[in-house]
């Protein structure tokens, strides 16, 4: 089968399963926040899709899975660069997509789907297009937001390596451009969080392929020919994990960095299998089956975490919970001509979003899932409780 039809196919499916995610979650409170108390570039695109598709979820979500579509897009162009079959640019571009960080990128709204989209796209035109083109395209990134200090970083360390002055002074002039438009957060106590980190990456990478980025990006250290990415990529690393000796670090603004390192890595893993006799390339093999099988699980779980609560006690501990309830919340409240209720800040903003304002007339009051009163407005999952709450109407106030 032609590769073309079979990246089409694969992207086709990715966006198929990822709309129909989208029918299956509810506006979490950081989103928002993002939607109703942010002035971001973001909130803005959020709010323009919104504005074409409607009050609705898929509306919500489209831009991040359109960034995401259109980065696999681009990580495969990038790989052209790096790896010289067909076949293994198009197993990169599925590994790409099934990386877990990469699909929770697809569906929450966050910086972390925006600037896998923008690292990419600066790194694809780097060399396609005049240095003039690439600056602008910097420029644009630094009004963007925080997430994007971390390149000027890593190319102030490139350009200085390669000794371009000019290039290192805009850089880092933009890396503080955007610093004062939008800081840093390193208040409070210092504490530790390097484990943290570490656990964190390799969720988002599973274990075995973020070991190997990590192993990729120090034997690249070793060769003589070091590619943009790597500075990029290994910058952005050594400062995430410095910082997680002080602070918890937000590894949406860290973790994108590391995606653009995929194809050296992919390069490095090719390369090291092939320069070895058939019967050496056994331990290869199984790292990449053994990579890929944690893929899908991982996928799967996340598609089908809703599952999860038959086996969770409490249902808050389930890692999608923040991104559940509140849909199905609403349409109980509706059904019981409700459509407006005073609750906690966090489901009041996210209510709102599913058309249930914030009014003195109904009191909504989170409840014990053990609660048997016959009142409760109850959400289940897989006939398991996971909300369950009380309206009483304040009609004295």
């Known amino acids: 089968m032609n590769s073309k039809i079979i990246l089409f196919l694969i992207l086709g499916l990715d966006a198929l399963i990822l709309f129909f995610q989208t029918s299956q979650l509810s506006i979490s409170y950081q989103e928002a926040s993002i939607l109703y108390g942010s002035s971001s570039f973001l909130s803005f695109l959020i709010k323009l899709s919104l504005d074409i598709f409607g ?168 060769t003589s020919n070091i590619e943009m990415e790597w500075f990029i990529s290994t910058t952005a690393l050594i400062i995430s994990l410095v910082l997680s000796f002080r602070q918890r670090v937000s590894l949406e603004y860290f973790a994108p960095y590391l995606m653009i390192s995929l194809p050296l890595v992919a390069q490095l893993f090719i390369h090291s299998y092939r320069v070895r006799l058939k019967v050496y390339r056994t331990r290869y093999r199984f790292i990449f089956i053994l990579s890929f099988i944690f893929l899908i699980l991982n996928t799967l779980v996340v598609f089908f975490n809703k599952e999860l609560y038959v086996f969770i006690e409490n249902p808050k501990k389930h890692f999608a919970y923040e991104m559940h309830v509140a849909k199905e919340l609403s349409k109980k409240l509706k059904s019981k001509g409700i459509t407006c209720v005073s609750t906690n800040k966090e489901m009041q903003k996210r209510l709102k979003f599913y058309g249930i304002n914030k009014c003195k007339l109904n009191s909504l009051i989170e409840l014990d899932l053990k609660s048997k009163n016959p009142k409760n407005v109850t959400v289940s999952y897989k006939n398991i409780p996971v909300y369950k709450a009380y309206v009483t109407k304040l009609n004295n106030i």
């Not at 923008?118 to 963007?144: A, M, R, T």
């Not at 530790?192 to 034997?219: N, Q």
């Open 55 to 222: 009050q609705n979820d898929f509306g919500l979500r489209f831009p991040m899975i359109f960034f995401h579509l259109s980065s696999a897009i681009l990580i495969y162009l990038i790989s052209f660069k790096y790896i010289k079959t067909e076949r293994n640019r198009i197993w990169l571009v599925l590994v790409f997509v099934l990386l877990p960080g990469n699909v929770s990128a697809a569906i929450v709204v966050n910086e972390a789907g925006l600037t896998i989209f923008g690292l990419l796209l600066f790194v694809y035109l780097y060399e396609k297009v005049p240095s003039y083109i690439s600056n602008i395209l910097l420029l644009v990134f630094s009004l963007v937001g925080i997430s994007f200090a971390y390149l000027f970083l890593g190319l102030a360390v490139y350009y200085l390596y390669n000794k371009k002055t000019y290039n290192f002074l805009y850089v880092l002039m933009l890396y503080f451009l955007t610093s004062y438009l939008y800081g840093f957060n390193i208040a409070g106590a210092p504490s530790g969080h390097f484990l943290d980190v570490i656990g964190v990456y390799s969720a988002i990478f599973t274990p075995i392929i973020f070991i190997y980025i990590f192993y990729g990006l120090y034997k690249k250290y070793l």
